[in-house]
């Protein structure tokens, strides 16, 4: 059955860093747009970065130059390096891939719409 499991969440100080990873099992993570999204508590889900098959990543406004999304298909894993992270990146990271070969475009990799499969999420709290 095909999964993805995240991994690295945990609690960091304001300042601090963490690396998620996001392990795809049961299939190949290759030709898919990955996309890393959060939810707070009491927020609606949003996005965060994503990442296509070439390697070209987008990444929301709230976490540009901060945040870096990257992929190693060897390993068929995706990471989210978190740096300079905030209280207000507090939140339930979730990891998603698209369908095998589906055609995503620029930002539109940043719409939840367009992701199949979803992992169940890490927490991350940041503190102050």
């Known amino acids: 059955q095909p999964q993805l499991v995240e991994s690295g969440g945990g609690s960091v100080q304001q300042g601090g860093s963490l690396r998620l990873s996001c392990v795809a099992s049961g299939f190949t993570l290759d030709y898919r747009t990955i996309g890393w999204f959060r939810q707070a508590p009491g927020k609606e889900r949003e996005a965060v970065s994503c990442?296509?098959?070439?390697?070209?990543?987008y990444a929301a406004d709230s976490v540009q130059g901060r945040f870096t999304i990257s992929r190693d298909n060897a390993k068929n894993t995706v990471y989210l390096q978190m740096s300079s992270m905030k209280p207000g990146d507090t939140a339930v990271y979730s990891c998603?891939?698209?369908?095998?070969?589906?055609?995503?475009?620029?930002?539109?990799?940043?719409?939840?719409?367009?992701?199949?499969?979803w992992g169940q999420g890490n927490q991350v709290t940041v503190s102050s």
């Open positions: 998603a891939a698209t369908k095998y070969r589906a055609q995503v475009f620029g930002t539109t990799c940043l719409r939840s719409e367009m992701f199949y499969i």
């Open positions: 990442i296509s098959h070439g390697g070209r990543s």
